[in-house]
């Protein structure tokens, strides 16, 4: 088992930046692969980063890419999302998961990859 808590969300204006954090107990941190993943009201969970256990491979969604960065610190048992250029569109619900799967990258991306979630962080970018 391992529990995931979400931080750093917030409220800022088109174009700025904020740094989520995703903070891991549990069982060894470093024997999982590790995603963002948001949502909107109405509308199904969407991934939008992901990062292997050592973070030597990450991934991204089309619309981040360029403008959001995924890392980890295994010491600190942390996975972090920078998110630069935030616009109006990127308000949502942000969540981090956990998998302990040997996972394909197309299923990486995939909110059936993964075996844990937390419970998520607000992030509201104001036009």
């Known amino acids: 088992q391992v529990q995931l808590v979400e931080s750093g969300g917030g409220l800022v204006q088109a174009g700025g930046s904020l740094r989520l954090s995703c903070a891991a107990s549990?069982?060894?941190?470093?024997?999982?692969?590790m995603g963002w993943f948001r949502q909107t009201p109405g509308k199904e969970r969407e991934w939008v980063a992901a990062?292997?256990?050592?973070?030597?491979?990450?991934i991204y969604a089309e619309f981040v890419k360029g403008r959001f960065t995924i890392s980890r610190d295994n010491a600190k048992n942390t996975v972090y999302l920078q998110m630069n250029s935030l616009q109006f569109e990127d308000t949502a619900v942000y969540y981090c998961?956990?998998?302990?799967?040997?996972?394909?990258?197309?299923?990486?991306?995939?909110?059936?990859?993964?075996?844990?979630w937390g419970q998520g962080t607000q992030v509201t970018v104001s036009s």
């Open positions: 990062i292997s256990w050592n973070g030597g491979y990450t």
């Open positions: 998961a956990a998998t302990d799967k040997v996972l394909s990258e197309a299923k990486m991306t995939l909110r059936t990859g993964y075996n844990y």
């Open positions: 549990g069982r060894s941190f470093n024997n999982y692969a």
